[in-house]
């Protein structure tokens, strides 16, 4: 049984940082491409960003470049999302995803297995 169980949400003031962890088990870690997305309240859940199986290929959406940042450790089996520089705007429930290859896509429905999310409040 595949389980994506993210950790690490919180609220913080604007300008602040957090770290969210993703620890992924039922399933060979790097074989999968993963990414990060969020909800905020009444809009669609967005493609934040994802990396490889490797981890050596990012890719954001604009609206984070400069300010999140991805990594993935394959022994450790866990994805992490390292967020400076929070905004209001930010807040939302964060999502892992796991999407079986090496491919990046911000199509969730391409993502086969997800966590229950985490909620990140940035308070200004």
């Known amino acids: 049984q595949v389980q994506l169980v993210e950790s690490g949400g919180g609220t913080v003031q604007v300008g602040g940082s957090l770290r969210l962890s993703c620890a992924a088990s039922?399933?060979?870690?790097?074989?999968?491409?993963m990414g990060w997305f969020r909800q905020a309240p009444g809009k669609e859940r967005e493609f934040v960003v994802g990396i490889s199986r490797g981890g050596t290929i990012t890719n954001h959406t604009d609206s984070v470049k400069g300010r999140f940042t991805i990594s993935r450790d394959n022994a450790k089996n866990t994805l992490y999302l390292q967020m400076n520089s929070l905004k209001p705007e930010d807040t939302a429930v964060y999502y892992c995803?796991?999407?079986?290859?090496?491919?990046?896509?911000?199509?969730?429905?391409?993502?086969?297995?997800w966590g229950q999310g985490t909620q990140v409040t940035v308070s200004s």
């Open positions: 995803a796991a999407k079986y290859g090496n491919s990046i896509t911000y199509r969730n429905y391409e993502y086969a297995y």
């Open positions: 039922g399933l060979t870690f790097s074989n999968y491409a």
